[in-house]
């Protein structure tokens, strides 16, 4: 089951952190955090040994090249995945000692995913696709609603094939959000668009972290995203190689890509 992190324990930011809103607590503390797959001479170290504070209200982008870590990591955050060794407490609960049914609750209630592709079901409009989302959460926003935040609101009952690329990520976008979740993850949520419409998805994605509050960790390739977010992290070799805070993030409409 899962346990509730030690009062003992410090959420201060430690040397690796930037400095964090004065009486902010952070949404995920990672401390140490290793994932190996394999055993022997195929072991594979993916995450080896991360240490990271996220917060309420960020938006935060992931960039490193392939094999870095990226995806690992939020996949540990998102409880898709289990690390091998280290700390994952999220809003102060270990989510390292979580059993099978913990992690299906922690993710039905509290996370949202955005992958490449969209993962939408042919045979269900829009506004059915975030239905299934919003019939089995805790808190749902109607699906019109999500779609409306999403610009869709004219495309309700339209099918997927009936709908762009673009507006397929979108409708995706509101189905990661109906149901109110404090965490959003995007794994290259652009990566199959062209650039144009990957600056609407983009833009989707930001009004979803500014007008809801959510945290929102995007994972990208391409540098030039990094100037909307709050924070940007590198990764290499499965580890915290840098990380940057811009004073002043950029809408992404203003991406010059």
Same mark, same amino acid.
């Given at each position: ?28 503390? #990672?401390?140490?955090? =290793? ?10 170290? &993916? %995450?080896?040994? @991360?240490? $990271? ?76 696709? #975030?239905?299934?989302? =919003? ?10 609603? &999500? %779609?409306?935040? @999403?610009? $869709? ?105």
């Amino acid at each position: 089951m899962i346990h509730t992190q030690s009062a003992s324990v410090s959420n201060a930011p430690d040397a690796l952190q930037p400095e964090a809103p004065a009486t902010s607590q952070p949404v995920f503390r #990672v401390r140490g955090l =290793t994932k190996v797959y394999g055993t022997g001479a195929a072991e594979v170290h &993916a %995450l080896a040994g @991360v240490d $990271l504070d996220l917060y309420e209200g960020e938006l935060v982008v992931l960039l490193g090249p392939s094999g870095s870590g990226k995806t690992t990591l939020l996949n540990n955050l998102g409880g898709l995945d289990l690390p091998t060794s280290g700390e994952l407490h999220y809003r102060g609960v270990d989510l390292t000692d979580a059993d099978e049914t913990d992690l299906t609750r922690y993710r039905r209630d509290s996370v949202g995913f955005i992958f490449q592709f969209y993962n939408l079901i042919p045979s269900l409009t829009a506004r059915e696709n #975030v239905a299934l989302i =919003t019939e089995i959460a805790r808190d749902p926003m109607p699906p019109e609603d &999500a %779609l409306h935040l @999403v610009h $869709l609101g004219a495309r309700l009952d339209h099918f997927p094939a009936q709908l762009s690329g673009g507006e397929q990520q979108r409708v995706a976008i509101a189905r990661a959000i109906a149901k109110r979740p404090e965490v959003l993850l995007c794994d290259e949520p652009t990566g199959a668009l062209d650039v144009r419409t990957g600056i609407v998805v983009l833009e989707a994605i930001e009004r979803v972290n500014r007008e809801l509050g959510t945290l929102t960790v995007i994972i990208t390739h391409n540098a030039v995203m990094a100037d909307m977010a709050d924070r940007v992290i590198h990764l290499s070799d499965g580890r915290v190689h840098h990380e940057r805070r811009n004073p002043r993030r950029a809408p992404a409409s203003s991406l010059n890509w």
